[in-house]
């Protein structure tokens, strides 16, 4: 029979995976400490060093008193406190540590434990031109995490796995998005069947992955009404070098759309002021597009770069406020709206998305209002598709309503 471990010594068996993750010597000692912070705690209460659930949830009501009356942001004491009690649940639960975000680095190299042949075979075969750049990363991503997964399990590699550990890494995505875990098993069933298909693997292991049954259009969010959205611009304080970087920003996709990613990627040379246009390549299909360069984005833009943007050498429109002043990232832009959103007083509703995405879906909604054709609906959001569009026309019931035919209109024209 096994023997239970202590939360002492799961916090070891962490320390150990943290640093052959390459985690920074500062996080693993805040780790370190957390982890001494909630034994002795756990030894006060029980007379014992094991951890619980329960135990795990008294603790941060005790120590940070979680969950909280208000909604606000976790100071950086209470995400270390948070991180240390996931830690150790997940360490308890799955035998591994579940790192949520990759650093920077190459796609491959150092986390393929024996097959990077095999890797290498399967991305250069599979990965087709029909993909974006963004999207064969993100699968070679979630490849990467089934890997890393393996390497805490100190499996060699893919010939050494089996329907227990396939399940084992399916239920650590417990707690996951139902849609984001649904495409990062599905990754991991197309990688086995190629692997069977092509003789490297004898038993195809795709079958002992399991399906997740995720909503079609799920993420499809509640809409801002236009009086949020003019709380949410007016509440934004544009006296600021970051306010007016934040307002530009978000004015940019309420009105014309863009993804984060293309706002990110936006240059100096894109903005075609003789033209009033404003014309880029976009980042998820890479197509070129232009797009009218309207008046108050335009102000807006022009504020920025003239009174708050840093005065640097670089290509980019958005810079970091701080510095080294460089690229303003896809992440930190997805966190402005729902930093302007809190200030603002607007209440999230239970179940919805609230970032940056969700005002794309707003945009084609008022466009979808207007009586714009699904065509220019689907230009205007950037699509390659009709069926990329088609998730908006479930929101607008009212413009559905008007298409509908009755009997009598049928049986006339039949």
Not at 10 to 35: D, G, H, L, N, W
Not at 255 to 272: A, C, F, N, P, Q
Request: charged fraction near 25%.
């Amino acid at each position: 029979m096994e023997q239970r471990q202590t939360i002492s010594q799961i916090a070891e068996c962490v320390i150990s995976e943290m640093e052959r993750m390459q985690y920074s010597p500062a996080t693993i000692s805040t780790f370190r400490v957390k982890a001494k912070q909630l034994s002795r705690y756990v030894q006060e209460k029980t007379g014992a060093d094991y951890f619980t659930e329960e135990l795990g949830r008294r603790y941060l009501a005790d120590t940070i008193g979680f969950p909280f009356a208000e909604n606000r942001w976790l100071t950086s004491p209470e995400s270390a406190h948070m991180r240390c009690v996931r830690r150790i649940g997940e360490y308890q639960l799955y035998g591994a540590v579940l790192r949520n975000y990759a650093k920077k680095a190459k796609i491959l190299g150092g986390w393929e434990l024996g097959d990077k042949e095999i890797i290498t075979t399967y991305v250069e075969s599979v990965q087709t031109a029909d993909n974006s750049e963004a999207t064969k990363k993100l699968r070679i991503y979630h490849i990467r995490q089934f890997y890393e997964f393996l390497a805490s399990r100190k499996i060699s590699g893919i010939h050494d796995i089996s329907a227990q550990i396939i399940s084992d890494y399916a239920a650590s995505l417990q707690g996951e998005s139902p849609v984001y875990t649904k495409h990062r098993l599905a990754t991991l069933r197309f990688y086995f069947r190629f692997l069977w298909q092509n003789g490297i693997l004898e038993y195809d292991w795709s079958f002992a992955v399991p399906k997740v049954i995720a909503p079609k259009n799920r993420n499809v969010p509640a809409l801002w009404e236009k009086d949020d959205l003019e709380r949410l611009l007016k509440g934004i304080d544009r006296g600021s070098p970051a306010g007016k970087r934040d307002y530009a920003i978000i004015l940019l996709v309420v009105e014309l759309g863009l993804r984060i990613s293309d706002v990110s990627e936006l240059r100096l040379d894109s903005l075609k002021w003789e033209r009033n246009e404003l014309e880029l390549i976009q980042h998820k299909t890479g197509n070129r597009v232009t797009q009218p360069l309207l008046g108050d984005v335009g102000w807006a833009i022009i504020d920025y770069i003239r009174y708050a943007r840093p005065g640097v050498e670089s290509p980019f429109v958005f810079l970091t406020v701080n510095a080294p002043y460089t690229q303003i990232q896809p992440g930190s832009i997805g966190c402005i709206l729902d930093r302007h959103r809190v200030r603002s007083g607007i209440q999230k509703k239970r179940g919805t998305a609230s970032g940056m995405h969700s005002l794309r879906h707003a945009l084609a909604r008022r466009m979808l209002e207007q009586g714009t054709p699904l065509s220019t609906v689907a230009n205007v959001m950037g699509h390659t598709s009709y069926a990329s569009t088609s998730p908006y026309l479930k929101v607008d019931i009212e413009g559905l309503r008007e298409c509908a035919l009755s009997l009598e209109e049928v049986l006339t024209d039949a």
